[in-house]
């Protein structure tokens, strides 16, 4: 069974940290390649960030490079978020997600490459 399990969201002000987890089952971490995504009330599921198996390749979204690190600990099967320098345009729902497919850059940008998410964590970001 897939199992996803988000935590780590909050209420923060503009200019403040959070940083999210993402935990799972052995068997839904390793390989796969994992993302995280954010969906803001009326707006559609916008990709954030993602990282290889290995841990040694990362893609942004351009609204979050250079102040979110997306990181992942294949011992504890543990997947991170470190957000900093938080804007009121972060605020959304986060989702982990787990995609598999041939080649990293060709399938972390689409949903449909994802075939396991967890139930969301909500992020706040008050001006």
């Known amino acids: 069974q897939v199992q996803l399990v988000e935590s780590g969201g909050g209420l923060v002000q503009a200019g403040g940290s959070l940083r999210l987890s993402c935990q799972a089952s052995q068997r839904t971490f390793n390989p796969y390649v994992l993302g995280w995504w954010r969906q803001a009330p009326g707006k559609e599921r916008q990709f954030v960030a993602a990282i290889n198996a290995r841990g040694d390749r990362t893609e942004y979204s351009d609204p979050v490079r250079g102040r979110f690190t997306i990181s992942r600990d294949n011992v504890k099967n543990t997947l991170y978020l470190q957000m900093n320098s938080l804007k009121s345009e972060d605020t959304a729902i986060y989702y982990c997600?787990?995609?598999?497919?041939?080649?990293?850059?060709?399938?972390?940008?689409?949903?449909?490459?994802?075939?396991?998410w967890g139930q969301g964590t909500q992020v706040t970001v008050s001006s």
């Open positions: 997600g787990r995609a598999s497919g041939a080649r990293f850059e060709d399938i972390v940008f689409t949903p449909e490459n994802y075939d396991a």
